[in-house]
């Protein structure tokens, strides 16, 4: 069987991601920073004073620290590889699909989940595609979202819910992101919101109630 061969990453998603990648290397580094401070200032204390509290509060901060920084290193490493694994479907999609020109133009600021946008075709385009909805960088905020309407040449396999699309405007970075169906979207926004609130309601009954004992 011959292997079929990886598509070289497109210039401006190698771009994106030579970025991002920087700035996991860079927030990897600030972790180690902070995790090390820490652990040297208690070993002052605990050398300095030489008594027996601040030696086992020592031992039990390394301890801590361990799991800590194994977790922080797992994490890192699934971040930068859903990075790597969402650029190579986006540099698909860009080898794969015929660009259409459309009308990008954002419906509301951006949020933690991404930024929500409009889809529209060109006037007089016949492209037969309706307006659409798009929620760009859904998993990661990459690059800076659009704050006014911008023409894009989008790549995306069919405009229905929930698929993966990119977008490339003149100039800039690639946004990446997926169509969404606003109702299914509003109504998960509104289960996030309910669900939040409920926690919040939560922690505040136990910090009453546990200002009592």
Same mark, same amino acid.
């Given at each position: 069987?011959? =292997?079929?061969?990886?598509?070289? $990453?497109?210039?401006?998603?190698?771009?994106?991601?030579?970025? !991002?990648?920087?700035?996991?290397?860079?927030?990897?580094?600030?972790?180690?920073?902070?995790? &090390?401070?820490?652990?040297?200032?208690?070993?002052?204390?605990?050398?300095?004073?030489? =008594?027996? &509290?601040?030696?086992?509060?020592?031992? $039990?901060?390394?301890?801590?620290? $361990?799991?800590?920084?194994?977790?922080?290193?797992?994490?890192?490493?699934?971040?930068?590889?859903?990075?790597?694994?969402?650029? !190579? *479907?986006?540099?698909?999609?860009?080898?794969?699909?015929?660009?259409?020109?459309?009308?990008?133009?954002?419906?509301?600021? +951006?949020?933690?989940?991404?930024? $929500?946008?409009?889809?529209?075709?060109?006037?007089?385009?016949?492209?037969?595609?309706?307006?659409? !909805?798009?929620?760009?960088?859904?998993?990661?905020?990459?690059?800076?979202?659009?704050?006014?309407?911008? *023409?894009?040449?989008?790549?995306?396999?069919?405009?229905?819910? =929930?698929?993966?699309?990119?977008?490339?405007? +003149?100039?800039?970075?690639?946004?990446?992101?997926?169509?969404?169906?606003?109702?299914?979207? *509003? !109504?998960?926004? *509104?289960?996030?919101?309910?669900?939040?609130?409920?926690?919040?309601?939560?922690?505040?009954?136990?910090?009453?109630?546990?200002?009592?004992?």
């Amino acid at each position: 069987m011959t =292997e079929t061969p990886e598509l070289s $990453l497109h210039p401006r998603l190698r771009r994106l991601g030579n970025a !991002q990648h920087r700035r996991l290397r860079l927030l990897g580094l600030l972790l180690f920073l902070t995790m &090390a401070g820490t652990v040297l200032y208690a070993m002052a204390i605990a050398m300095t004073s030489r =008594e027996a &509290a601040n030696l086992l509060l020592l031992a $039990l901060m390394g301890l801590v620290m $361990l799991p800590i920084a194994g977790l922080c290193g797992g994490l890192l490493w699934w971040l930068d590889r859903s990075l790597e694994r969402d650029l !190579q *479907q986006a540099n698909a999609l860009l080898h794969e699909c015929a660009p259409v020109t459309m009308t990008l133009a954002p419906l509301r600021a +951006a949020g933690r989940r991404g930024a $929500l946008v409009t889809l529209r075709p060109l006037a007089g385009a016949a492209t037969g595609s309706a307006v659409s !909805q798009a929620l760009l960088n859904p998993t990661l905020r990459w690059s800076t979202p659009p704050v006014q309407e911008v *023409q894009v040449d989008l790549y995306c396999r069919a405009l229905a819910a =929930e698929g993966e699309l990119v977008a490339l405007p +003149a100039s800039g970075d690639p946004w990446l992101g997926k169509v969404v169906d606003p109702v299914a979207y *509003q !109504q998960r926004q *509104q289960r996030l919101q309910r669900l939040a609130l409920g926690l919040l309601i939560l922690v505040l009954v136990l910090a009453v109630l546990a200002s009592r004992f």
